[in-house]
């Protein structure tokens, strides 16, 4: 497999085995159509669509990587952790994950309570309409429930006025730990990658303490062109990058056609000046 900096490659986005509308096959055929020649899926907290996204993925000729999105608690935010690469059959991974899901349903269930204090009802069986995976119900479904019951007239305005901080659907909630997401990536032979950075609300020194305890724990790659990045963080975390010596990942975070902004490998080619995680991935690319 050809290694070099500048390759379509989208190592993120989501099928419906955890947020997003499309099957992991679809998705593959869409990516393929786009340009796209190494592709991973990344369902939140799931690995339960990768042999189907392998296969699809060779069916459309582009090479695969095992991927997943890690959710973990640093700092009292929630961060991302992409895995790349791994060995998706783990046992330590595998269980790592199911942790990390577990405390989905219970969530939601409180999510609904705090809407129905503020007159929307039935949330939790609105949201589940939506929801493929039942171990993977996320706010992504709330939202989606309440642009279809008009309370709302898009997901992002859901998120804006009901399901972040300080808003009535809002529940905190303890993810995994930052060292262990790491650790189950990095013991299965994948690399572990610092999700869209620009997106946390950090301080300056939380950011830097953020890639520091990364960097500690085994952490080597970050993304640095992403669906969530203004192209001025491209800037910032491509020297983020190599402050940190960092390699550098691309993906779309792309959930779905209607309310996507970035489609499957539609993104800039990562600057020159980096190194790709594919560079650091060679032996773990599966090829069609
Ligand atoms: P959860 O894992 O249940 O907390 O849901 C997180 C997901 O919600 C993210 O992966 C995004 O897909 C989605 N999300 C978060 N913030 C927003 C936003 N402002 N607008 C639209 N979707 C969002
Ligand atoms: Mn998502
Ligand atoms: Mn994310
Ligand atoms: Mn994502």
């Known amino acids: 497999m050809n290694t070099k900096t500048y390759l379509n490659a989208d190592l993120h986005c989501h099928s419906v085995v955890s947020d997003g509308t499309m099957q992991p096959e679809d998705l593959a055929e869409r990516a393929a159509k786009n340009?796209?020649?190494l592709w991973a899926l990344t369902d939140h907290d799931e690995i339960g669509g990768q042999a189907r996204a392998a296969h699809a993925a060779?069916?459309?000729?582009?090479?695969?990587?095992t991927g997943t999105e890690i959710s973990v608690t640093f700092?009292?935010?929630t961060v991302h952790i992409v895995g790349l690469g791994f060995d998706a059959e783990d046992p330590a991974m595998v269980a790592g994950l199911a942790a990390t899901r577990g405390?989905?349903?219970?969530?939601?269930?409180?999510?609904?309570?705090?809407?129905?204090?503020?007159?929307?009802?039935?949330a939790y069986e609105g949201a589940?309409?939506?929801v493929s995976n039942p171990d993977l119900i996320s706010r992504t479904h709330f939202a989606r429930f309440l642009v279809e019951s008009g309370v709302c007239s898009s997901t992002h305005e859901v998120f804006r006025n009901y399901l972040v901080e300080g808003k009535p659907g809002f529940v905190p909630h303890l993810w995994a730990n930052l060292g262990d997401?790491?650790?189950?990536?990095?013991?299965?032979?994948?690399?572990?990658?610092?999700?869209?950075?620009?997106?946390?609300?950090?301080?300056a020194n939380e950011e830097y303490a953020l890639f520091?305890?990364?960097?500690?724990?085994?952490?080597r790659a970050v993304e640095v062109v992403t669906g969530s990045h203004t192209v001025a963080e491209y800037v910032k975390y491509a020297d983020m990058a190599q402050e940190f010596d960092l390699a550098a990942?691309?993906?779309?975070?792309?959930?779905?056609?209607?309310?996507?902004?970035?489609?499957l490998g539609s993104l800039p080619y990562l600057p020159g000046k980096l190194t790709p995680v594919w560079e650091l991935l060679t032996e773990r690319i599966q090829t069609p």
């Open 58 to 65: 060779h069916a459309n000729g582009m090479a695969y990587l």
């Open 128 to 130: 589940l309409k939506y």
């Open 212 to 219: 520091s305890e990364f960097k500690t724990h085994g952490g």
């Open 181 to 203: 997401a790491v650790r189950w990536i990095t013991s299965a032979k994948g690399i572990a990658v610092i999700a869209h950075p620009g997106r946390y609300k950090f301080t």
């Open 35 to 37: 340009g796209v020649e």
């Open 103 to 122: 405390g989905r349903g219970e969530r939601a269930q409180q999510i609904s309570d705090g809407l129905a204090q503020v007159g929307i009802k039935n």
């Open 75 to 77: 700092a009292k935010e």
């Open 249 to 263: 990942s691309r993906g779309s975070d792309f959930h779905c056609p209607q309310e996507s902004h970035t489609d």
